[in-house]
T-cell receptor, first 114, second 113 residues
Framework: AQSVAQPEDQVNVAEGNPLTVKCTYSVSGNPYLFWYVQYPNRGLQFLLKYITGDNLVKGSYGFEAEFNKSQTSFHLKKPSALVSDSALYFCAVRDPDTGNQFYFGTGTSLTVIP | AAGVIQSPRHLIKEKRETATLKCYPIPRHDTVYWYQQGPGQDPQFLISFYEKMQSDKGSIPDRFSAQQFSDYHSELNMSSLELGDSALYFC????????????FGPGTRLTVT
């Protein structure tokens, strides 16, 4: 069965420091992996994706993520956090062998402290 | 750039009433997905349509139905509403021949009283 785990409900980081939001996945085949950000009372905004190719993917707003197949992880990172990065972050996986639906993690609330 | 449009943005219904949510995908997109996000929850996949045919089915209750029309817009019909149906309902669209990411609408907040 497909699943996504975000082990941290809450991440706090000081402005200007690097941030990491963790995600691990479980799929039977080769995964398509995504990160979305959600601001209060807003829809999900696409940040980046891994389909194939280079394990390090760069996305919107200076975010990047590294696909690690051996650790089945796809952690989201940013070298220098901004206060405006404070939001809810969702990792999602799609197993192309079984369908086109996304499976979301439970979300991680990121707070960047000025 | 055009985004996914959902209407209405807010909806208040009473128990046992019906509700219809509408979704207008990004032009050229051929696939529509519906998700339900309860308070403090992650989005749960309900159902999807590709080229007007149901493509995947998730945790959609039997009281709900959905369809995609010839202009690719989709409607989620919800009957016999229950208090537990109160949630944010997202529609997302994608072009399956493209880059796989789903573009989400702003959501419809349904409150059942």
């Amino acid at each position: 069965a497909q699943s996504v785990a975000q082990p941290e409900d809450q991440v706090n980081v000081a402005e200007g420091n690097p941030l990491t939001v963790k995600c691990t996945y479980s799929v039977s085949g080769n995964p398509y992996l995504f990160w979305y950000v959600q601001y209060p009372n807003r829809g999900l905004q696409f940040l980046l994706k891994y389909i194939t190719g280079d394990n390090l993917v760069k996305g919107s707003y200076g975010f990047e993520a590294e696909f690690n197949k051996s650790q089945t992880s796809f952690h989201l990172k940013k070298p220098s956090a901004l206060v405006s990065d404070s939001a809810l972050y969702f990792c999602a996986v799609r197993d192309p062998d079984t369908g086109n639906q996304f499976y979301f993690g439970t979300g991680t609330s990121l707070t960047v402290i000025p | 750039a055009a985004g996914v449009i959902q209407s209405p943005r807010h909806l208040i219904k009473e128990k046992r009433e019906t509700a219809t949510l509408k979704c207008y995908p990004i032009p050229r997109h051929d696939t529509v997905y519906w998700y339900q996000q309860g308070p403090g929850q992650d989005p749960q996949f309900l159902i999807s349509f590709y080229e007007k045919m149901q493509s995947d089915k998730g945790s959609i209750p039997d009281r709900f139905s959905a369809q995609q029309f010839s202009d690719y817009h989709s409607e989620l019909n919800m009957s016999s509403l229950e208090l537990g149906d109160s949630a944010l309902y997202f529609c997302a669209s994608s072009y399956e021949g493209d880059s796989y990411e789903q573009y989400f609408g702003p959501g419809t907040r349904l409150t059942v009283t």
